[in-house]
């Protein structure tokens, strides 16, 4: 796994979401590491860029973000 920054990994996780979640354990992990690395507690996205931004899509995320051990917020 490359060193990733943590742009590079929210992106993936983006685009993994996009093509129906298709290795998205893989890219969390690389966000984990990429948040240790950048000393960042917790990962921000956009609600406009996920496939479900309701609160009920952004609940799930969180919960299993939360599971792999990512604490997931959103932006405004």
Do not use: C, W
Not at 12 to 41: C, F, P, Q, W
Not at 48 to 63: P, T, V, Y
């Amino acid at each position: 796994m490359s060193d990733l920054t943590l742009n590079q990994a929210i992106d993936n996780i983006y685009a993994s979401i996009t093509n129906d979640n298709e290795e998205l354990d893989s890219h969390i992990a690389a966000l984990k590491a990429a948040m240790a690395r950048e000393g960042v507690k917790e990962a921000v996205f956009e609600p406009s860029r996920l496939a479900q931004s309701n609160r009920q899509g952004r609940k799930i995320m969180q919960s299993y973000f939360r599971k792999k051990g990512v604490s997931v917020s959103f932006s405004a």
